[in-house]
Every structure is written in C-alpha cells, then in structure tokens.
C-alpha cells in the first residue's frame, strides 16, 4: 500500500512540475512552426498527413529559430515482470515495482535553410545493465535524420508535383514517414530491460544506432513514394552516428560489410479524412558474424517486407491502423560451414542449419479523442524456422524446442493533459514465447510469467 | 579503397536533383507575389492542398475565396485577434507569422484568382433543406437567409467569404465556434446563435455542394 502510494505521490509531482508554466513551451519543430504538436502527430510520435509532409520537407517549414534549436524529453516509469524470477530464484529485470527515471534525451532539431534540415538525438539511459549485470547510467547518440531537399513546382504555381530529397540518418525506417515502419511503429516506447524475446528481424530495430545510411527519395504528386538508401557500419566519418555503442565487445552490435541497399516503395492517397498507404520497403545486409572481427566470410539476411496505413482524422475523432509483416532469409554462409567444422566465429551465431526464416507481423489499432485520451491495441507474432543452434534451450531467455515463436497482444491507454505530456499504461501479454505456451525456456517458464505492465510519463520540451 | 557504388549513385542523383532546384514557370508580377506563389505552393499546399483546393475538412479550401476576407484572416491570426480560436493556435499564428503585410495582400491575391473548388453533393434531403434555409432563411424568421450576403450562390463578396464549395464539416465546425464565441464574429453570431445543430449541419452540406 506505501508502495503505491509513494509511486502516486512520485506522479503527482512529477504533472505538477510538468503542468507548471515552465513547462509550457513545445520541443523545437513546434517552435519553429508556431504550431501545436497535434497539427503533426496523431499524438506523437505518430504522424498526421501533415507531419508526413513537415518531415518529407526536410523539416523545413517554417522560421529558423534565432536560439540554439534544442529540445528535452524525459520518460519516468515504473514496471513489472509477471513473474520476475528465474529457476534459481534470482531476479531477471532490476529496478521493478519503483517510479525510475529511464530515460532523458536531448534533441538538436530544426531548419537549417529552405533545403536543409534535420534532427539529432542524445540519449541518456538511466537504467542502462552493463555487461556485468549492474544497471548504470549510459549516454549515446539515439534516432538522427539530416536531410537535403527539392522540390519541382508545377507551372501553374499550385502543385508541388516532385518533392525529393537525401537523407542521413542511423536506423533503417528511421527516415520513413508511415507508422507502419519498424523505427516509428508501435510501441512508440517499451519497459525498460523489459526481457525480449530470442531474435528479431535486422530491419526491426537490430541495426539502430550502428550503421550509417544515405539515401534518396522522391515523392510524386504526395501519391508514389520511392527511396533508395545504402547502409554501411557507421565508422570513419560516420562514426558519431553511433557514439556510445558498445563496439569493442564481440556480440556488441553487427558490424556490415560494405554498402547494404535498402528499398521502400509506397503508393497513398488522401480524400476528405481519411488517408491510406499501402506499401513495401525492405534490405538486405552482410554482416561478420562477430563484429570485432571485420575480415571473416559474411552471413546474409534479406529482408521482404509488406505494409499498411489507414489514418481517419477528424475534429475530436483520430483513428489510425497500421499493419506490416516481415519476411526475413538468413543465409549463414559463414556462420554455418564453421559450426560444422566445431569453430563457431568468435561470438557469432552458431546455426544449426545453413539457411533459416524469420517472420515477424505487426497490427495495431488506436482511437484518440479530442487527441487528449487514447487506446491502442496491438497483435503481433514472430514466427521462424527452428534452429536450436540459435535457440538453444536456457532459463528466460532460451527456447526448449529451437523455436523463436513468439506471439501477444499489446494494450495501452494514453492520456495528454497537455500536448507535450503523455500518461501512459502499458500491458504485453504474451500467448507464447521462444516457441512455446509453457515450459518454453526448458526450465519450466510459461510464456504468461513474461507478461509486463508499464506505467509511463514521457514528457517533452 | 573499393568506392561504394551505390553511395556514388545515390549521391550524384541527389545532387543532380538538388541542382534543378524549385522552379516557377509564370512570371510573378512583383517580389511579394513571387514569394506568395512559393509559399502556396511550398508550406500553404501541404494542408490546404495544391491552389488552395484542400482534400481534408479539417482545413478550409481557400481557392477562389474572397480576396479581402483572406487578407483580413490571414491579418487576425498574425496579430493574434483570433487567439480564441483552437484552430488558430494550432495551426495558424505560427505559419502567419511568416509573412509580411505585402506578402499577405498577394497570399490572398494568390488564392482569389485560383479556380474554384467543384461543388461536392451528399445527402439530397439534408441538402434541400439547407438550400431552403440558404435561400429563405428559417420558417419563423430567426435566421435571415444566408444569402443575403453570401450570394445566391454562394461566391461571397469583399469581406464576406466565399461558402460554396466548401468542406462541410468545416463550415458546420466554424458555425459551432462562432455560436460558442471562440471565433470573434460579430455580426456572424448575432444571426447563427439560435441555429440548431440540424440546421447546422443541413446549411453546410447545401453550401459544400454549391
């Protein structure tokens, strides 16, 4: 009972402090446009048809603040594990059941000229676990899109018919404008150390902060969007784009080889509220099966992915849907023939089969009204082939038949007392994990005993 | 070092692209209405659509609208006069702080002169009875007919706006605020406060089929 007061009194104070005068203003791109967060998100980070254009415009629009263009964001939580204790008894997610800070960041945002724009952000992790399992504070760079743009008018003076540009940036999607996409797409925010699940595809996040991309892009007549992008590990000149990562421990990050093409094609339409895109974007990488050893043979994963955006926005109705699935080929070509010999590459993956599949679908629906109170509901399902050289059996974290299946559900309600502050609840409930229902890990965990709440503050400035 | 093609390609496509640069074929009668037709078109289209033809009713169409009722909006929200409105600050105190006194008179010369937005048709029962309302006014003479100084069809005249064509759900939403007050009009709410919500909606959607 103390407990759950104390964590009241920890959020009453923390709206109080948000809801003071100091904290009216809105973080730089609303500043520099002298608009409302909602004219560009759903409710962030979720983007309006509007947002997509301000984003697409190389965040151009607008006036160049005369002041350094920062912006703050800080996230308070607190969470728990349904079960959080392994076999033995020890605690598997630290700092449960207490208001944390998790997480603050400091954004470098905002127009540069008419043509050039971008944003940066630094991230400090307040409950970052090192390798020897003690949580520290840890900072590094986080999501970054710098962008150069153009546009060819039409010669009545009315339509924009071309609008292209480049982008820099350092997570794959991470420059893509639908929600449907993995670096912006549902959940917007997760528990902290939250425990995840075997593996995911390298296009859903496992590349973040560790490559360097360029690209183009164009957008014909706000109805065919084309990019090409290449990625490369963000070394040598693009080192900054991932600051902070751990890079010198074998498993750290991936390391890519060379320039890896990623795609992304999307046909949309606009009519009265409604908005809808339908679309396909995806890449396909080599990477050293340990990053700290950049001369081996490289494995290659593709992956294929499918997506879709419906938006209907009205004057107090939002309703948004977004929906993608992710094929993804591993070919382990390096990986696998040194397995067999009995000399797995350093800390790389040790496959049992020379080539596997990964599948990964996403659906989620939201409702907003007045863009002040929400609800999302979220499904997702990885599935693949089984492989228990990848997933091996193991207390939480293992798989007792090699299996990487994993499926749940995601509820959230969301309240904005004001645009810059979000409160919200979280719950993941998990159907199956790594595989199975129960005793998937071998050490007689049930898929339900991961299932996570989370109660979030995440305010920006 | 192998050169990375693909970056090379990349590069060299957006920096060809990037080298053509926005282009504008009409010549513009002066340096506000050059910079006027680039804000349309750049910054004003991505709401209120390509020449002031917006697709979404959350934002009113502004082509063809009335020159000086768009000047004299455009003025209210750079000097904040219309703060009460939501819209306004959402939307449009920042974007109109953007722009000077001249480059307001061309943005509206701007819009004026573009080609009207088609009428849009919808319910026929809600639109007869808007157009009777539209052109008689109410039954018991609580409301005079809109016409009166929208036009018969609806054009609008000097300060008073253009209507036809007009997103429904837009007109219906700024009668709301004006009844509300949020919106400073005047003379507007002292004939739309006793309207009801049907009748409301029946005016808007005689209007947006104009």
């Known amino acids: ?291 700290t050893m950049p001369f081996t043979p490289t494995d290659k994963y593709t992956d294929i992915a499918v997506d879709a955006q419906y938006q209907y926005i009205t004057d107090p109705h939002a309703f948004t849907l977004q929906a993608t699935r992710i094929h993804e080929r591993q070919d382990y070509a390096a990986s696998f023939p040194a397995t067999l010999a009995g000399a797995p590459i350093g800390a790389g993956p040790a496959p049992s089969n020379p080539r596997d599949t990964l599948n990964t679908t996403k659906l989620k629906v939201t409702y907003y009204f007045q863009r002040r109170v929400g609800a999302t509901l979220a499904w997702f399902s990885t599935t693949g082939s089984a492989d228990p050289g990848l997933y091996p059996p193991g207390s939480v974290g293992g798989s007792l038949n090699g299996r990487p299946d994993t499926r749940g559900v995601i509820p959230e309600i969301d309240y904005l007392p004001i645009p810059n502050l979000r409160l919200m609840v979280q719950y993941y409930d998990y159907q199956k994990f790594n595989g199975g229902s129960t005793n998937y890990d071998g050490a007689g965990r049930s898929a339900s005993d991961n299932n996570t709440w989370f109660l979030n503050l995440w305010f920006v400035y | 070092m192998r050169r990375p093609f693909l970056l090379t390609c990349i590069t060299t496509l957006g920096v060809a692209l990037l080298g053509c640069g926005a282009y504008a074929a009409t010549p513009a009668t002066s340096k506000a209405d050059a910079e006027a037709a680039r804000l349309a078109t750049t910054v004003c289209s991505n709401c209120h659509g390509p020449g002031g033809d917006s697709v979404s009713p959350l934002f009113p169409k502004l082509a063809a609208q009335q020159q000086s009722y768009l000047a004299a909006q455009i003025r209210a929200f750079k000097n904040r006069s219309a703060r009460g409105e939501p819209e306004a600050g959402q939307y449009m105190h920042g974007m109109a702080a953007l722009v000077d006194d001249a480059t307001i008179d061309a943005l509206a010369r701007y819009y004026a002169r573009q080609k009207p937005p088609a009428g849009r048709g919808g319910d026929p029962a809600l639109i007869n009875k808007g157009r009777a309302l539209y052109l008689q006014g109410s039954s018991d003479h609580r409301v005079v007919p809109c016409a009166s100084c929208h036009g018969q069809d609806g054009v609008g005249n000097g300060p008073i706006p253009r209507l036809a064509g007009q997103h429904s759900a837009y007109v219906a939403h700024q009668l709301d605020v004006i009844q509300k007050q949020q919106r400073k009009a005047p003379v507007m709410y002292g004939i739309v406060h006793d309207l009801k919500p049907d009748e409301i909606r029946q005016v808007a959607a005689y209007v947006q089929s104009l």
């Open chain 1, 1 to 291: 009972m103390a407990g759950i007061r104390g964590r009241l009194v920890g959020f009453t104070c923390l709206l109080w402090l948000a809801v003071s005068p100091a904290a009216r203003a809105v973080p730089a791109f609303a500043r520099q446009t002298g608009q409302a967060c909602m004219a560009c998100h759903v409710s962030f980070p979720e983007l309006t048809p509007y947002g997509r254009m301000f984003k697409l415009n190389g965040y151009t629009i607008g006036s160049r603040l005369r002041s350094l263009p920062v912006a703050l964001m800080a996230q308070v939580g607190d969470m728990g594990v349904r079960k959080n204790r392994d076999d033995q008894g020890n605690q598997i997610v630290p700092k449960t059941h207490s208001a944390q800070l998790s997480a603050a960041s400091l954004f470098l945002a905002g127009k540069i000229s008419d043509n050039a724009g971008g944003w940066i952000q630094w991230t400090y992790n307040n409950l970052n676990v090192n390798n020897a399992g003690q949580t520290v504070g840890h900072s590094g760079i986080d999501n970054t899109d710098l962008r150069l743009v153009g546009r060819v008018i039409d010669a009545d003076n009315t339509t924009v018919r071309w609008l292209y540009g480049l982008t820099l940036n350092n997570n794959p999607t991470l420059q893509d404008v639908w929600n449907s996409t993995p670096a912006f797409g549902f959940p917007f925010t997760l528990p902290p150390n939250m425990i995840s699940p075997a593996t995911a595809t390298m296009i859903d996040g496992s590349l973040a902060q560790q490559v360097a991309g360029i690209g183009g892009y164009m957008f014909w007549n706000r109805s065919l969007y084309f990019e090409l992008s290449g990625y490369r590990t963000a070394d040598g000149v693009f080192s900054w784009l991932r600051a902070g990562q751990d890079i010198h421990t074998p498993g750290g990050v991936h390391r890519l080889a060379g320039t890896n093409p990623y795609w992304r094609l999307a046909w949309n339409r606009e009519w009265g509220p409604h908005s809808l895109m339908l679309g396909t974007y995806g890449m396909r990488v080599r990477i050293y099966p340990d990053n």
